[in-house]
């Protein structure tokens, strides 16, 4: 029943673009990547997949796609 119910919930969402930023427990640097994510309602909260946080620690999840100019450790040169 939950899964049909959240397939239900997945179907009549819109995807939007938005960037993770992160870093894996194994490294000290910071990563991002731009993911399509179902959005409910506007203001709401995003589920991102399990498969994609296994292994990571989010920092920060942004709307759209952002370049990252400088980061914990960089130097514009």
């Keep these: 029943m939950l899964g049909k119910l959240k ?4 179907n009549n969402a819109q995807l939007s673009k ?3 930023i992160y870093t894996c427990e ?3 640097s910071l990563f991002k990547e731009v993911l399509m994510l179902p959005v409910l309602t506007a203001g709401s909260r995003l589920v991102i997949p399990m498969s994609f946080k296994q292994d ?8 759209g796609e952002v370049s990252i100019l400088n980061a914990i450790g960089d130097r514009i040169i």
């Design 26 to 28: 194994q490294k000290l």
């Design 7 to 10: 397939g239900l919930i997945m």
């Design 56 to 63: 990571k620690i989010i920092i920060a999840v942004c709307e």
């Design 18 to 20: 938005f960037t993770v």
